[in-house]
């Protein structure tokens, strides 16, 4: 209590005033390299965490960009149904093989089960639709993880400058002064800024990524649908 009391006496006092404002105009010019080298290696940790994330997240957006493109699906099902039609299926099959997509390997699956039961023919093109997906999934649940473990080390740098800080009161004893117990403070922060903007930039690329994974697995629905419905085209005829 009378440590407090002491803290309190001197944050009234002028000189601490004066120095306080020191201190404000100093850190008007900071920039964030500093205050990131402020934070000790609770902000090393942040920084490589939220590289990791940066690199899969753009790594799985461009992966999901080549796997949806309308157009040239479009185009691969129209040359599938000609030869189906046709009754070329070893070329139907050859150009699925050669087609390095998800949507150009369902439908090599699905032509490598002809002759079966349609319900069989069913099955494998959706199994292979699920492994598609799981591919296309790789490494985003680490997005999310990193989303949620940012403001969670962030919080772990706080309580630790925290500590500092009280253990520099405790050291100082009566001989306290507002600079040997800003430095924890800072630094616990820092940190927490840190933990929350590595989190919030997470937490969007992650949610970008579902979408996109969404988008996918939703237009891989309509293809074998639509392949599904091909094969009943001849026997309608």
């Known amino acids: 209590m009378n440590s407090i009391l002491l803290i309190l006496n001197q944050i009234a006092s002028g000189d601490t ?3 306080v404002a020191q201190v ?6 900071i920039s964030m390299w500093d205050m990131a080298l402020k934070g000790g290696w609770i902000m090393a940790v942040l920084v490589l965490l939220l590289i990791l994330a940066i690199y899969i997240s753009v790594e799985r957006y461009l992966a999901l960009r080549n796997a949806l493109n309308a157009e040239s699906d479009n185009h691969f099902m129209n ?12 070329e139907a099959r050859s150009l699925a093989k050669h087609t390095n997509t998800p949507i150009g390997r369902m439908v090599e699956k699905g032509l490598s089960r002809l002759g079966r039961p349609l319900p069989d023919i069913q099955a494998a093109i959706e199994n292979e639709g699920q492994m598609e997906v799981s591919r ?3 490494g985003v649940s680490l997005v999310a993880t990193v989303a949620s473990l940012g403001p969670m ?3 772990l740098g706080t309580v630790t400058g925290m500590i500092v800080a009280f253990r520099d009161m405790a050291e100082a004893g009566n001989n306290i002064e507002i600079g040997n117990l800003a430095s924890g403070i800072y630094t616990a922060m ?4 840190g933990g929350l903007i590595v989190g919030i930039i997470c937490y969007f690329l992650y949610n970008l990524l579902i979408t996109r994974i969404n988008k996918v697995v939703f237009e891989l629905e309509i293809r074998a649908t639509e392949f599904m419905d091909l094969l009943h085209e001849p026997a309608n005829g």
């Open 79 to 90: 040359e599938i149904r000609q030869f189906i039609h046709e009754d070329k299926v070893d």
């Open 24 to 29: 404000a105009d100093k850190a008007q010019g």
């Open 136 to 138: 296309l999934e790789k």
């Open 153 to 155: 080390i962030g919080f």
């Open 17 to 19: 005033l004066e120095q």
């Open 190 to 193: 820092v940190t927490t800024v």
